[in-house]
């Protein structure tokens, strides 16, 4: 196999590997629907705030992101 045909090759295996995540996290993202709700809701209307108000909705909303964007799920 040429330069050329592995570089292509690469190419479409890193087109696929991007279209799996992005389909993982919209996943992801409607499964966490419940957790996205209350972090929105927590951060509105707050600016720098939000880091330590939130804390506890963002903690929660990652873990359950995390359940569905794991590497070992692919």
């Given amino acids: 196999m ?3 045909e592995e570089a292509r090759e ?3 295996k890193k087109k696929v590997e991007e279209a799996l ?6 996943k992801a993202l409607k499964e966490c ?3 996205c709700s209350k ?3 927590c951060a509105r209307g707050r600016t720098f705030s939000v880091v330590w108000q939130c804390r506890k ?4 909303l990652n873990e359950c992101l995390h359940q569905f964007t794991r590497q070992d799920r692919w």
């Fill in 57 to 60: 909705q963002a903690k929660e």
């Fill in 33 to 35: 629907d419940f957790y």
């Fill in 39 to 41: 972090y929105a809701e």
């Fill in 2 to 4: 040429g330069y050329l």
């Fill in 21 to 26: 995540r992005s389909k993982m996290k919209q």
């Fill in 10 to 12: 690469n190419h479409v």
